[in-house]
């Protein structure tokens, strides 16, 4: 623990600067260090390394349309590069941009790009202790308002499948079809963000569509996009990302941004590797046996963690075990960021490297006041297919452990505070 203390104090009580050799299990994230399948090892071996019409490219492509549905697919170096190009593509000065909750990045791009981003949870998603089994739903009545009101200067509808900030929640597949109903009614595009596709599927057919194949609820659900893209570090297990159309105006223009951006078409800031690794990565999306153990995992750590007393977001989700901070730390006021004093409380007495995801992963508005959101929380993410029932066991432990000496847990404030995405390299003290 004292050599622990040290290091967060090193990083400035930020979990993005800890040294990963400092770190027992990291729980940072599932982007970008999931275990990839021997397949997709295999397929790394005999990638084609042409810069220009690879078939691995078209591999890559035929694999799009197999499982996703669309005819023009456009690599991407990552998930936000994606959310760059359709905002440069879509948004204008003053636009809005309508979404069931925002994630980091997009924000930052809506808003770089002149966009107002504007979130429409149904009203449970914001009640940590709520057990609607779709939280990630778009509040459809408020979208019918706001679009009857704004459809002409509203640039797209997204909606994140697995919604991320909201501890993991899904979307159904009827929320996602009434949503593309009305986007149609009011001509305004609809924008899907797949990076959980694999863990939003997982949930729809264990509560809504028992009887589909995982293959046929991916497809169906990805249908209903205009624009459809995805962080490869997530689902997709690479590194990378990927946008999909079958609109080939929308096409064309975002492909010619593509070789100023991120590269050439067939590659877009990829290795060649990765892309045949993301092939059949895609294609493995389908394989029931290989989806959805992460899901039971975190299941399994939420029930031991609410039975001990610990506040989590329930009904469990995706992507990680998710701790109401507000709950967990009632004495720490929200200008000492209860999530982020939690956050580096739990690594120091557990090796566990956890994220903030609450006030300091909320910038400032432009008048420089604090936005708390409604949600305060640590994340615990599950990389697909890399941990145990005992890596569980020991993180139930700990932080029964923490929330039984919690007290000692006073808040943070601020050292260095950056002017965007400031929780990335943002240095803070305890108080
Ligand atoms: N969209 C969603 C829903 C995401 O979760 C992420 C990344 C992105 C877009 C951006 O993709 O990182 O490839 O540029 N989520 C990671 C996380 C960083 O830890 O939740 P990227």
């Given at each position: 623990?004292?050599?622990?203390?040290?290091?967060?104090?090193?990083?400035?009580?930020n979990t993005?600067?800890?040294k990963?050799d400092?770190?027992?299990?990291?729980?940072?994230?599932?982007?970008?260090?999931?275990?990839?399948?021997?397949?997709?090892?295999a397929?790394m071996v005999?990638a084609?390394?042409?810069?220009?019409?690879?078939?691995?490219?078209?591999?890559?492509?035929?694999?799009?349309?197999?499982?996703?549905?669309?005819?023009?697919?456009?690599?991407?170096?990552?998930?936000?590069?994606?959310?760059?190009?359709?905002?440069?593509?879509?948004?204008?000065?003053?636009?809005?941009?309508?979404?069931n909750?925002?994630?980091?990045?997009?924000?930052?791009?809506?808003?770089l790009?002149?966009?107002?981003?504007?979130?429409?949870?149904?009203?449970?998603?914001?009640?940590?202790?709520?057990?609607?089994?779709?939280?990630?739903?778009?509040?459809?009545?408020?979208?019918?308002?706001?679009?009857?009101?704004?459809?002409?200067?509203?640039?797209f509808?997204?909606?994140?499948?697995?919604?991320?900030?909201?501890?993991?929640?899904?979307?159904?597949?009827?929320?996602?079809?009434?949503?593309?109903?009305?986007?149609?009614?009011?001509?305004?595009?609809?924008?899907?963000?797949?990076?959980?596709?694999?863990?939003?599927?997982?949930?729809?057919?264990?509560?809504?569509?028992?009887s589909?194949?995982?293959?046929?609820?991916?497809?169906?659900?990805?249908s209903?996009?205009?624009?459809?893209?995805?962080?490869?570090?997530?689902?997709?297990?690479?590194?990378?990302?990927?946008?999909?159309?079958?609109?080939?105006?929308?096409y064309?223009?975002?492909?010619?941004?593509?070789?100023?951006?991120?590269?050439?078409?067939?590659?877009?800031?990829?290795?060649?590797?990765?892309?045949?690794?993301?092939?059949?990565?895609?294609?493995?999306?389908?394989?029931?046996e290989?989806?959805?153990?992460?899901i039971?995992l975190i299941?399994?750590?939420?029930?031991e963690?609410?039975k001990a007393?610990?506040?989590?977001?329930?009904?469990?989700?995706g992507?990680?075990i998710?701790?109401?901070?507000?709950?967990?730390?009632?004495?720490?006021p929200?200008?000492?960021?209860?999530?982020?004093?939690?956050?580096?409380?739990?690594?120091?007495?557990?090796?566990i490297?956890?994220?903030?995801?609450?006030?300091?992963?909320?910038?400032?508005?432009p008048?420089?006041?604090?936005?708390?959101?409604?949600?305060?929380?640590?994340?615990?993410?599950?990389?697909?297919?890399?941990?145990?029932?005992?890596?569980v066991e020991?993180?139930?432990?700990?932080?029964?452990?923490?929330?039984?000496?919690?007290?000692?847990?006073?808040?943070?404030?601020?050292?260095?505070?950056?002017?965007?995405?400031?929780f990335?390299?943002?240095r803070?003290?305890?108080?």
């Amino acid at each position: 623990m004292e050599e622990r203390l040290l290091a967060i104090r090193e990083a400035g009580f930020n979990t993005f600067l800890l040294k990963a050799d400092d770190v027992f299990l990291d729980m940072l994230t599932d982007s970008g260090v999931n275990a990839m399948t021997v397949e997709q090892l295999a397929g790394m071996v005999s990638a084609q390394d042409a810069y220009a019409g690879s078939n691995t490219y078209e591999e890559l492509a035929r694999a799009v349309e197999e499982v996703l549905g669309f005819k023009y697919t456009l690599p991407v170096h990552q998930g936000r590069a994606a959310e760059h190009l359709i905002a440069r593509t879509l948004v204008r000065q003053g636009s809005f941009v309508v979404t069931n909750f925002h994630f980091t990045t997009t924000r930052a791009h809506v808003e770089l790009a002149g966009g107002v981003l504007v979130e429409l949870p149904i009203p449970e998603a914001l009640d940590a202790s709520s057990e609607h089994p779709f939280k990630g739903n778009m509040d459809t009545v408020r979208l019918e308002e706001f679009l009857a009101r704004n459809h002409e200067r509203t640039a797209f509808v997204r909606v994140e499948a697995l919604a991320n900030l909201l501890g993991g929640q899904p979307v159904s597949m009827e929320n996602i079809k009434l949503v593309k109903e009305i986007c149609e009614r009011y001509g305004v595009p609809l924008v899907i963000d797949g990076s959980m596709i694999d863990w939003n599927s997982y949930f729809v057919k264990e509560r809504e569509l028992g009887s589909w194949p995982l293959g046929k609820i991916i497809k169906e659900f990805a249908s209903h996009a205009d624009v459809f893209y995805m962080s490869a570090r997530k689902a997709g297990s690479v590194r990378g990302g990927l946008l999909a159309t079958n609109n080939r105006e929308l096409y064309e223009k975002i492909a010619v941004l593509l070789p100023v951006f991120e590269g050439f078409l067939s590659y877009g800031g990829m290795s060649v590797k990765e892309i045949a690794a993301l092939a059949m990565g895609l294609r493995q999306l389908t394989e029931e046996e290989l989806i959805g153990s992460e899901i039971e995992l975190i299941r399994y750590g939420v029930r031991e963690l609410d039975k001990a007393g610990v506040p989590v977001v329930k009904p469990p989700g995706g992507l990680g075990i998710h701790v109401d901070a507000l709950k967990f730390l009632e004495n720490v006021p929200r200008n000492r960021y209860p999530a982020g004093a939690l956050t580096a409380a739990f690594y120091i007495a557990s090796g566990i490297r956890g994220m903030e995801r609450g006030a300091i992963s909320n910038d400032r508005l432009p008048d420089g006041r604090e936005e708390y959101p409604a949600l305060e929380l640590m994340r615990l993410a599950f990389p697909r297919k890399t941990y145990l029932r005992s890596h569980v066991e020991y993180l139930v432990d700990r932080l029964v452990w923490l929330y039984e000496n919690r007290d000692v847990v006073k808040g943070l404030e601020w050292v260095y505070e950056p002017p965007v995405l400031r929780f990335f390299l943002g240095r803070l003290r305890d108080v």
